[in-house]
């Protein structure tokens, strides 16, 4: 999980996903390549995207990015990955309210 992310976002307004992953990208890139002193590409090139259909299927994914980490041995556990929303430093980020 070096190359790539995993996240669940909405797309309001008039922005393509396209356009959000591009800028997410960039941004994020250009911050680790300054912070770690390196050039050139960071992310893997190119996104996948699913469209989530209610709340049983965001937990469901949200479990699976929660895990991730976990299943490539980066952490024991989702909770102590510190980039992860399961991470308590970050549980706030998770609107639970937009499901309601």
């Known amino acids: 999980m070096n190359d790539h992310y995993h996240l669940i976002l909405a797309v309001v307004g008039d922005k393509k996903l396209d356009q959000i992953i591009a800028g997410i990208d960039k941004y994020t890139a250009l ?6 002193q390196r050039e050139g590409r960071f992310w893997q090139q190119g996104f996948y995207d699913h469209a989530i259909h209610g709340y049983k299927e965001f937990l469901n994914t949200l479990h699976y990015i929660h895990q991730n980490p976990v299943r490539k041995n980066l952490a024991e556990s989702a909770e102590l990955y510190r980039f992860s929303t ?12 937009w499901f309601y």
């Open 31 to 36: 911050r680790i390549n300054r912070l770690k």
């Open 86 to 97: 399961a991470h308590p430093f970050y549980q706030h980020l998770i609107d639970w309210e």
